[in-house]
């Protein structure tokens, strides 16, 4: 095999509780992971040359991106120069709460690792993720999960949303650095685990558990992103919340007929999608 292509799916989460900063200064979160159907594509092949190139003009430029840290740290742990091409097919928002920098990362691991035949571990590739962002451990295995400590352990769930999400995206890049500043840790009321797992709440309830600490910061610094959430209520949305750090807004509608409405009435101005399970 000379070459690999792989999905990198974004991910929504539903509710993020920032629970305490640590000694370390990274944050102890708790929230559940849900892959969506957005995708990066990913290809990458064996060569005598290294190269990086994706349609995203912005990523183009930076020559620090994670797909090339992962590279990097895969490197420096299997002692074996990875010589490739790369080609990014990016598709997912930069900056959106929707994961896609962390699933390049992750699905870069992977595949490198498969196709060099480097028989490196879960356990290794997980700790090897880490450094590279809290919740690239998740997208190792990209399936509902809960999350905690920094993101990285991963309780996994049989969870699914049986009714359509639509994700709307503002073309606003919310750094997470920033979200972290901005953010004043507290312990959750209700836990996520508990209430999707143990109580098993439905999606109607989601409005009487489930949080997101972030929106609080990024609808003070970006009030657009509030008044998205406000009409996607105007618009029959069962359940809205902003995702990880922002700045989309997933909202969870009854039929698919009610996501497509909605969607036409977002779809002038922003990036909008749907995810549906059947």
């Known amino acids: 095999m000379n070459d690999i292509k792989v999905k990198c799916p974004a991910k929504i989460n539903l509710g993020l509780n920032i629970v305490e900063k640590r000694p370390d200064n990274y944050h102890n979160i708790e929230t559940v992971f849900y892959p969506v159907n957005i995708f990066d594509y990913l290809t990458i092949t064996k060569s005598s040359i290294n190269s990086f190139k994706t349609n995203n003009d912005l990523l183009n430029s930076e020559q620090d991106n994670l797909i090339l840290k992962a590279k990097k740290l895969l490197e420096e742990h299997t002692k074996e120069e990875l010589t490739s091409e790369i080609y990014l097919e990016k598709n997912i928002p930069i900056g959106a709460g929707l994961g896609g920098g962390s699933s390049n990362a992750a699905a870069a691991l992977n595949a490198f690792n498969q196709l060099f035949e480097l028989e490196v571990g879960h356990e290794e590739l997980a700790n090897i993720a880490l450094q590279l962002g809290s919740d690239v451990p998740f997208f190792l295995t990209p399936q509902p999960a809960y999350a905690e400590l920094r993101g990285e352990r991963l309780i996994y769930l049989d969870y699914k949303i049986d009714k359509p999400i639509l994700i709307i995206n503002p073309n606003i890049h919310l750094s997470t ?99 549906n399970e059947d």
């Open 177 to 275: 650095k920033w979200a972290y500043e901005n953010i004043t840790p507290k312990k959750p009321s209700n836990n996520l685990y508990d209430v999707l797992v143990i109580k098993e709440i439905g999606v109607a309830e989601f409005k009487d558990y489930i949080t997101n600490d972030f929106e609080e910061p990024a609808f003070k610094q970006f009030p657009l992103i509030k008044e998205i959430k406000e009409k996607l209520t105007e618009q029959s949305a069962i359940f809205s919340l902003l995702s990880g750090s922002g700045s989309s807004i997933f909202s969870i509608f009854d039929d698919i007929n009610s996501a497509e409405n909605a969607q036409q009435f977002f779809n002038k101005n922003y990036k909008t999608f749907i995810h």
